[in-house]
């Protein structure tokens, strides 16, 4: 765990390409006195990346524009290998919506190296520092409580289960009919326990991706077989169009089935009864694109920029009715990115709404099960 390192000797870790530039910020930390601040430096996250394998460093300072990282991605690349790393973004730009995002993407501070003096430089890493500690144990809290939440809900859920299917005779129908609604709350308070689960692995860069090249035919048919009982609630039904079996992608199996899942589930919620979801798999420029498409009553555009985040629900009443946290989207943005694909969607209200995710193709050629080294990469990303 970093903690509030009040002595001498905090370690930063530098990543910054403009060797003048790093020169100035190592300078201006020196006027804290000698051994206050240990800082080494870093000219591209590769080399950050190489650092943080080697050292260990209490806070890291982050310039945005770096050689090999567009946008955000250097940033992405830091907390996936130091989930626990408190980071402070340094930029030349005066622009609070990067501000924002910075803040939203999961740095603890930011500062315009135009303010970088000693005393701003000291208060944003210590503000930092602060910050993440509270944040990881936050994160510490809901990872114990959910994992201890699930295993009694499981045998709730078990027994209820048992006697809605099996053990039901001699129950009076009033009974079964509360057994009935507790089963289901039981099942709802389980996809709940889950999802935040998920949601604690990702935002820890605990998730792990078990990745093989998968034919494509085959997680389809397991999605829909896992899925069209959910549907048959609604009374929808769900149509894949066929798949080539040369589509191959590499990727962790349940997880790809987990994101399809949400997507078909979320599909049969706001379709109408009798309708049907097309599951379709194309060619998209060189990638596999994968897409859901609904005919039901389609999403309001003042909603679009929300979906994808966190406890996101365009309506909240509709949404209790039919179930769900608002969280399946963005777990599913993460796994696929992760796995170094990319979403999105297209809705028109009142005709419905397609959800896709693209996924490079594993070449013909390469051998099943056999990852590249770009995919263990992404593994342990
Ligand atoms: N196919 C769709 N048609 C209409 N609205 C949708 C569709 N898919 C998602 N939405 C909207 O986006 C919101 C977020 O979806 P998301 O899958 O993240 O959460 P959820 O389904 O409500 O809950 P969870 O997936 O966590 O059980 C939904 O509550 C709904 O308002
Ligand atoms: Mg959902």
Not at 72 to 85: D, E, M, Q, R, V
Not at 108 to 130: C, F, G, H, T, V
Not at 156 to 181: D, F, K, S, T, Y
Request: glycine letters at 8%.
């Amino acid at each position: 765990m970093y903690r509030l390192q009040e002595a001498s000797g905090l370690r930063i870790l530098l990543i910054e390409d403009s060797k003048p530039e790093a020169l100035y910020i190592e300078r201006t930390l020196t006027q804290a006195g000698p051994n206050v601040y240990r800082v080494k430096k870093a000219y591209s996250i590769a080399q950050a990346a190489a650092l943080l394998q080697a050292h260990e460093f209490d806070v890291g300072l982050l310039d945005l524009g770096l050689p090999d990282s567009i946008g955000f991605s250097g940033l992405n690349t830091i907390i996936n290998l130091a989930p626990k790393l408190p980071v402070v973004i340094l930029t030349g730009m005066n622009d609070p919506e990067i501000e924002i995002t910075a803040l939203e993407r999961g740095a603890q501070d930011y500062l315009l190296k135009d303010m970088a003096s000693i005393s701003a430089l000291s208060r944003a890493m210590r503000n930092a520092i602060q910050r993440k500690h509270i944040e990881n144990m936050k994160s510490e809290f809901v990872s114990v409580v959910s994992h201890e939440l699930r295993t009694p809900l499981t045998s709730i859920h078990g027994a209820l289960g048992l006697i809605e299917g099996r053990l039901h005779e001699g129950v009076p129908e009033q009974v079964m009919r509360l057994i009935n609604i507790a089963y289901k709350n039981s099942e709802r308070l389980i996809a709940l326990v889950n999802d935040i689960v998920d949601i604690e692995k990702i935002d820890a860069g605990r998730m792990y991706f078990d990745m093989r090249n998968e034919p494509l035919s085959d997680l389809i048919r397991q999605a829909v077989e896992t899925n069209q009982a959910y549907a048959d609630k609604f009374n929808v039904q769900i149509t894949a169009g066929p798949v080539r079996k040369n589509m191959v992608v590499a990727v962790d199996g349940s997880r790809l089935i987990q994101v399809l899942s949400n997507f078909l589930s979320n599909a049969a919620k706001y379709a109408e009864p009798g309708q049907e979801i097309l599951l379709r798999v194309e060619d998209h420029s060189g990638q596999a694109r994968v897409s859901v498409r609904d005919f039901g009553a389609g999403i309001k555009p003042e909603f679009h920029p929300h979906l994808f985040t966190k406890f996101s629900q365009a309506d909240s009443a509709i949404t209790r009715s039919k179930g769900g946290a608002g969280l399946g989207l963005y777990i599913c943005k993460q796994i696929i990115e992760h796995m170094g694909g990319d979403v999105g969607f297209s809705s028109e209200l009142g005709k419905g709404s397609t959800f896709w995710f693209d996924l490079p193709l594993v070449k013909a050629d390469s051998k099943a099960d056999d990852v590249s080294e770009d995919d263990q990469r992404r593994v342990a990303s």
